[in-house]
């Protein structure tokens, strides 16, 4: 049967603060004993069985990756069997780091990855949901060259040239000349913040002025409080350049993005549903005062340029289901259900057919042959129990997180005014995360305790945490 769920939240500095949080609204609607800290930065809220967040059961606090072991008869030898993804509610109050996920840096450096899956991602927006995602088209990165030299002086002189180049002497911006030349500037930038920082601030405090005077480019106009955003939290930063030479997506409330694992990305600010693999692999590029693996980033990216509207994902109406609409993305990790029912909607189609309007009628979900995780956002409402367990129906509400298991019969009843909530999936099958390595900071909490920190590693520099989306 369907299982309630305790799960995570990760106060990130980036997250909005208190009540302002759609997190920890939710957060504490869904787990009452949890107070608001009014001025604690709210996150993530993290669903799933990733050992840096593990849902438990409510009714026994056993972690949700063990009741799927004793449930799975096909896998009874083992003790845990993780989901294959993590659904969470994210609050974004300022730009994250620059980044990308990968999977096969884990056996070079387990620490500063330590899984060994990849993570590509999918953003629902819940508000208006502004991000970085992918190198712009080449004519648009060209346009800002020109535009603001300033870029062009980071990424090289002659790397730009010869980037310009190749694509007016015909070649595809998907030809493999366009994408090695573009690297090179990419190159050339990122070690630009080691090897020149006086020339990235000088060039920086050029471009902004640039900016001031109404120079342009591609740009458009909604980018540039973005831009502001970035010199007030990273200043010198060379990821304040980020929005010369990728895309700036504005999601609107319902719409959808995915991208795989060798895209540059970066949230900027809103709120939203985020299903991602399970893993906690993230490379930083820049826009953060953490440990920054350039060589890795660089020799990762696919360096695919492209339209906005390349990473949309389209909504999906499913048949015989009216109140669920999916957003299926190009991928085997996870597969998100938006389920939305409205009252006056459904008293006026029973209206049509009959001549008392009910909003009685149940609402069923799509059966699943996976198990899959549903939160609550918005009503109430009561689902119904198997009969073998007495009490029939069951109350459900804003902030209830649950785990519905593989062929399990999902019935919605008494449902209030306007009911919406999230349901992932995945027929995959999860990591194993029985040989992970222990986290960097994970060593340090268990051996330093209360003692004054010694750097031993670049990463300890900062502090680090395998946060998955920057800073914490």
């Not at 302002?20 to 609204?25: F, G, I």
């Not at 070079?108 to 949901?129: C, G, M, S, V, W």
């Not at 009959?354 to 979900?365: D, G, K, Q, Y």
């Amino acid at each position: 049967m369907m299982q309630r769920l305790d799960c995570h939240v990760k106060n990130y500095a980036w997250g909005k603060d208190g009540n302002e949080s759609e997190v920890a609204q939710l957060f504490a609607a869904g787990h009452p004993q949890h107070q608001v800290g009014p001025k604690t930065p709210y996150a993530e809220l993290w669903m799933g069985t990733h050992p840096d967040g593990p849902a438990r059961v409510r009714d026994s606090s056993e972690n949700l990756s063990k009741l799927i072991a004793k449930n799975n008869s096909e896998n009874n030898n083992k003790q845990e069997i993780h989901l294959p993804f993590i659904m969470k509610i994210m609050s974004i109050k300022h730009t994250l780091s620059l980044q990308e996920q990968a999977a096969y840096l884990h056996n070079q450096d387990p620490i500063n990855y330590p899984d060994r899956h990849h993570k590509p991602e999918l953003a629902y927006a819940l508000t208006k949901f502004e991000l970085l995602c992918g190198f712009r088209p080449a004519k648009q990165i060209l346009q800002n060259l020109q535009a603001f030299p300033e870029l062009r002086k980071v990424m090289g002189e002659q790397e730009t040239e010869e980037f310009e180049k190749v694509i007016k002497n015909g070649h595809a911006q998907e030809s493999k000349q366009a994408k090695a030349a573009l690297r090179k500037c990419f190159k050339r930038m990122l070690y630009s913040q080691i090897n020149s920082p006086t020339l990235v601030t000088e060039q920086l405090k050029s471009f902004y002025n640039r900016l001031e005077s109404g120079i342009r480019g591609a740009l458009i106009e909604e980018t540039i409080p973005v831009l502001e955003s970035m010199r007030k939290h990273f200043p010198g930063d060379v990821g304040c350049f980020s929005p010369l030479y990728l895309n700036h997506m504005i999601l609107q409330p319902g719409e959808c993005c995915f991208y795989a694992a060798e895209e540059l990305h970066a949230y900027l600010s809103g709120e939203c549903v985020e299903c991602v693999g399970c893993s906690n692999n993230t490379i930083r590029a820049a826009l953060t005062p953490k440990f920054i693996d350039r060589e890795a980033l660089i020799n990762v990216l696919n360096y695919r340029m492209t339209e906005p509207e390349f990473y949309l994902v389209p909504p999906q109406k499913l048949k015989n289901y009216p109140n669920v609409t999916e957003y299926a993305p190009d991928c085997k990790d996870f597969t998100l259900h938006e389920i939305q029912i409205s009252k006056s909607s459904e008293d006026s189609s029973a209206s049509s057919s009959s001549s008392s309007s009910t909003s009685s009628a149940p609402t069923i979900l799509p059966p699943l042959q996976c198990g899959s995780i549903m939160v609550i956002v918005e009503g109430e409402g009561n689902y119904e129990m198997p009969k073998t367990l007495g009490n029939r129906f069951k109350k459900i509400k804003r902030g209830d997180i649950f785990y519905i298991p593989p062929e399990q019969k999902v019935q919605l009843n008494s449902i209030s005014d306007h009911f919406l909530a999230y349901r992932t999936f995945s027929y995959e099958l999860g990591p194993d995360h029985s040989n992970r390595k222990p986290t960097t900071v994970e060593k340090l909490k268990e051996k330093m305790s209360e003692r004054p920190k010694f750097v031993l590693h670049p990463a300890d520099l900062f502090d680090l945490e395998q946060d998955m989306d920057g800073l914490c």
